[in-house]
Nanobody, 124 residues
């Protein structure tokens, strides 16, 4: 079992930045690839970014490439999402998730554990 707790969400103006954190507890954090997803009201949950177990490989949605950066610190059992140049369309509840798979999948159903989410609101 892995417990995930996100933090760092909030209200920011367009063009601003936020850094989300996801703290993990339970089984060995480094055994899991990690992902960030987001869900806006009335929309399906969508992939944002993923990072491999040791952090050597990453994958991003086209909509966030060049603006968001995913990273992890296995010593701290934490994964981060640095979000720059935020746009109103980035506003959503952001979730971190863990997968025991080796592929940096973009499919929510292939992630085994989920956090409760943190709200990001971007004002225009």
């Amino acid at each position: 079992q892995v417990q995930l707790v996100e933090s760092g969400g909030g209200l920011v103006q367009a063009g601003g930045s936020l850094r989300l954190s996801c703290a993990a507890s339970g089984r060995t954090f480094s055994s899991y690839a990690m992902g960030w997803f987001r869900q806006a009201p009335g929309k399906e949950r969508e992939f944002v970014a993923a990072i491999s177990r040791r952090g050597g490989n990453t994958n991003y949605a086209d909509s966030v490439k060049g603006r968001f950066t995913i990273s992890r610190d296995n010593a701290k059992n934490t994964v981060y999402l640095q979000m720059n140049s935020l746009k109103p369309g980035d506003g959503a509840v952001y979730y971190c998730a863990a997968t025991s798979g080796v592929v940096l999948t973009t499919i929510p159903g292939r992630y085994d554990y989920w956090g409760q989410g943190t709200q990001v609101t971007v004002s225009s």
